[in-house]
């Protein structure tokens, strides 16, 4: 037990909702050490500075952002920053030997093109996008064991891909007819004030936005045609809720084989993630609820079969901030370290 030793992990960007959430599951990790917390806009600051309740548990200081001085004290570094930024810093520590879990955009793609077409930023990094593995562990589990670098998903793509995937890998469905209507919380807009995120305007309310045009669509796009085996279009329909935390996606499509019903599908479903801890199917009937999931690692996922209109409906709700964010990037990092993936994440949500 002497010669026990924490691997040393640091966060650029810990100020933001998904940093702290970063923070709060690392801190329970048992084989993790933070030992860095950076970023440039509040360096100088404390952590307690920006959260005064955690004061009394981690009082990291915000350092700047030096490639060599992070590589020094750090084995792994999660990137928890604004799409644009990672790609500027992330070879530099590759460099040095560190492994890298981002969460923004930047290493979700592999062709940058659609990177610059949906993100508005030229990239230089061909080599590195190229290298990064796309970190839905449910589905690329044996390629992010075996990587450096992994690109988080999105929190709509994590619920939406799971909610679909059974569906396109064993061909069930006409892959044209997916429509996702995915619902979440403000907290999805993360920290930054906005207008369209004040309780006065958020409450009592419920709204569509970006509607054809949101950033997640090619990334979901991505996926499906990694499965399909050619390229998938989706309809993809995000709506903000009037709740702090959580998604519900609800996927819609034709099923090619009229004669399939609700229990075949539930079948199916729980054999595709027989060996995935962090999912799970409903039973006959029931149906998911954002509650939940709240402050927990799981998917949950109802699925529905509708015989007369043809159409398989599945609905998926994970915690957008865990699942959906930093309780990925972590269970890609023990999936990384050989360790089980279930390690220092939470699996009871909080309820009522």
Request: aromatic share 8%; glycine share 10%; with cysteine.
């Amino acid at each position: 037990m002497g010669n026990f030793r924490r691997v040393p992990v640091g966060i650029i960007g810990a100020s933001g909702y998904g940093g702290v959430q970063l923070v709060r599951l690392l801190l329970n990790h048992p084989e993790l050490e933070l030992v860095y917390l950076g970023g440039e806009a509040s360096a100088g600051k404390s952590f307690g500075d920006i959260y005064p309740h955690l004061a009394h548990i981690i009082n990291l200081p915000i350092e700047a952002l030096k490639p060599e001085a992070i590589a020094r004290r750090c084995e792994v570094v999660f990137f928890s920053l604004p799409n644009g930024l990672a790609c500027e810093i992330a070879p530099k520590l590759l460099e040095y030997g560190c492994k890298i879990l981002d969460l923004s955009a930047d290493y979700r793609f592999r062709d940058l093109t659609t990177y610059t077409n949906w993100y508005g930023k030229k990239r230089q990094d061909i080599k590195t996008a190229g290298e990064a593995i796309y970190g839905l562990p449910e589905l690329y589990r044996d390629r992010i064991s075996d990587t450096q670098l992994v690109g988080c998903p999105g929190c709509y793509p994590t619920a939406s891909l799971l909610a679909v995937s059974p569906l396109l890998k064993q061909g069930l469905i006409v892959p044209e007819t997916a429509i996702i209507d995915a619902k979440g919380g403000t907290s999805i807009g993360g920290r930054q004030p906005q207008t369209n995120l004040l309780l006065s305007e958020a409450d009592n309310s419920i709204a569509a936005y970006s509607v054809v045009s949101h950033r997640h669509t090619p990334e979901i796009e991505q996926v499906c045609s990694d499965l399909a085996g050619h390229e998938v279009t989706v309809q993809f329909t995000p709506h903000l809720i009037p709740m702090v935390r959580g998604i519900l996606s609800t996927v819609y499509a034709t099923l090619r084989d009229p004669g399939l019903v609700r229990d075949d599908l539930i079948t199916i479903y729980k054999a595709f993630y027989r060996n995935s801890p962090w999912v799970k199917i409903c039973e006959p009937g029931v149906y998911p609820q954002t509650k939940w999931a709240t402050g927990s690692n799981l998917c949950y996922l109802g699925i529905e079969v509708d015989t007369r209109t043809r159409r398989v409906i599945v609905i998926s709700a994970i915690d957008n901030l865990v699942k959906g964010h930093a309780g990925q990037a972590i269970q890609c990092l023990n999936i990384i370290m050989g360790w089980d993936e279930t390690l220092g994440l939470p699996s009871l949500g909080f309820y009522p």
